[in-house]
């Protein structure tokens, strides 16, 4: 019984758009705050969104007017909507909370011509 588990990642273009989903124990998603981060091969983990329990939300710079993080309460479900993505972009992509729990296997988003 996973306590998170992310999905939707897939192949887009530059410029293109994607929405990711983080479904989330019912325990862990009443108590916590979510957090999106992402990590590109040969690179670190680095924090991309976060949204809290009252759905004030906050953006890395390098995210910052292209994503949009929300929550859907009735689905236990964090999403993080991509538009404009950029090479950049490219990593695996991870929700959790702080501390961080195990991390799972995240989701794949590729931007390529």
């Known amino acids: 019984q996973e306590q998170l588990a992310e999905s939707g990642g897939g192949l887009v273009q530059p410029g293109g758009s994607l929405r990711l989903s983080c479904v989330a124990s019912?325990?862990?998603?009443?108590?916590?705050?979510i957090h999106w981060y992402r990590q590109a091969p040969g690179k670190r983990r680095e924090w991309v969104a976060r949204?809290?329990?009252?759905?004030?939300?906050l953006y890395d710079n390098s995210v910052k007017g292209r994503f949009t993080i929300s929550r859907d309460n009735d689905k236990n479900t964090v999403y993080l909507q991509m538009n404009s993505l950029k090479r950049e972009d490219t990593a695996i992509y991870y929700c959790?909370?702080?501390?961080?729990?195990?991390w799972g296997q995240g989701t794949q988003v590729t931007v390529s011509s």
């Open positions: 949204i809290t329990r009252g759905g004030n939300v």
């Open positions: 019912t325990n862990i998603f009443n108590n916590n705050d």
């Open positions: 959790n909370i702080i501390p961080p729990l195990a």
